[in-house]
């Protein structure tokens, strides 16, 4: 049987104070009766402790009752309420399991269909990419080496190129998508000739600078550059006026269009940019970029031939590139015009025949 905290403590303390009575008798005289009376009062609170733990033991009892009662009441009530017969919730059961397989197997049926087309086609994405990037990693690869194995010639064109222009204030930087030193010097000897009138320029920017230097120090002829992007037509106009070269240079704004060359469509610049051009001399093509298309500056020359002059010169730059190697072979082709050696070999200088 358990016994309760509080009528142990009240026994401790009886016996602790009828030990001290008796104590204090032996010790030092105290009076008998005193030492009763004493173990009797203690004796007592014992009794108290005692009552007072058989009390809340038994309301306890009386607490656990009381819940387990209701607990039993709620749960006959519930079973009461939700309770069905037992034919008819086995024929539930079996009706939402039956429905629950056949969703599962129209969704994996979906889910397979779908997943297998996306992967086809993200599997179809994925090889291009890699093949483009494997692309341009080799043509990367290539021209750092070509960059650093004619470093020198690199400097030394850089250096005539300055002497050539014979600047005052600093132009532009070239490097990124500009022509290299080489190149650039290529296109300043083009211009230089008395015989050059009219440039025309596919695409714009430091080398519209440039040139139109090169003009300008002639005091005689007119470049004019086709640019498909506003901002950058703009950035180009811009900074002609800010070297006084805009006597000598116009950036005209000439969106891409869908043109037939050949039965075939490219997107080339609007032909209203470049109608009224006659007896062009010298042809610059650097754009449009190669992202327009494969063989996105394909039309240049079909597209402007009527227009040149009888001993014009089509400088063709990024050479290095398949596209561009197909398609001055595609041009030379046609007739009408012949390579000659060029002082960079990342451009093709063609003459008319």
């Not at 009828?18 to 009794?47: E, F, K, N």
């Not at 939402?96 to 056949?102: A, D, L």
């Not at 032909?271 to 610059?284: E, N, T, Y």
Request: glycine fraction near 8%; charge should be negative; hydrophobic fraction near 45%.
């Amino acid at each position: 049987m358990r016994i309760g905290r509080r009528k142990l403590l009240g026994g401790a303390a009886s016996v602790l104070v009828a030990a001290l009575a008796l104590g204090a008798w032996l010790v030092g005289g105290t009076d008998l009766l005193l030492a009763i009376v004493l173990a009797t009062v203690v004796a007592g609170l014992g009794g108290v402790g005692y009552l007072i733990v058989q009390a809340e033991r038994r309301a306890r009892e009386n607490l656990k009752a009381t819940v387990d009662r209701r607990l039993d009441d709620l749960a006959r009530d519930l079973d009461s309420k939700l309770h069905l017969p037992g034919e008819q919730f086995e024929a539930l059961l079996r009706a939402i399991k039956s429905s629950h397989v056949r969703l599962e197997k129209e969704l994996a049926t979906t889910v397979e269909g779908s997943d297998r087309l996306q992967a086809q086609t993200l599997n179809q994405a994925l090889r291009g990419h890699r093949v483009q990037v494997a692309d341009r990693q080799k043509l990367f690869e290539q021209k750092t080496i070509r960059q650093f194995r004619h470093m020198p010639s690199e400097l030394d064109a850089l250096l005539q190129v300055h002497r050539r222009l014979r600047l005052d204030d600093p132009l532009p930087l070239m490097g990124g998508w500009a022509l290299s030193p080489r190149g650039m010097l290529q296109a300043l000897e083009l211009a230089e000739n008395p015989e050059v009138s009219l440039v025309v320029e596919c695409g714009s920017g430091t080398s519209t600078l440039f040139l139109a230097r090169v003009l300008q120090l002639r005091a005689a002829g007119r470049l004019v550059a086709l640019e498909h992007l506003p901002e950058y037509a703009e950035k180009t106009m811009v900074a002609l006026k800010e070297h006084d070269l805009d006597e000598f240079a116009e950036v005209r704004l000439a969106p891409l269009e869908e043109v037939s060359v050949d039965d075939t469509s490219y997107l080339w610049y609007s032909r209203s940019a470049f109608a009224d051009l006659d007896k062009i001399d010298l042809v610059i093509v650097d754009g449009p970029p190669e992202s327009t298309g494969t063989w996105a500056r394909y039309p240049a020359f079909p597209l402007l031939q009527g227009a040149l002059n009888e001993s014009a010169v089509i400088l063709v730059d990024d050479m290095g590139r398949g596209d561009e190697r197909s398609m001055v072979d595609a041009w030379l082709q046609m007739g009408g015009i012949l390579e000659v050696p060029a002082l960079s070999p990342d451009q093709a200088v063609l003459r008319s025949a």
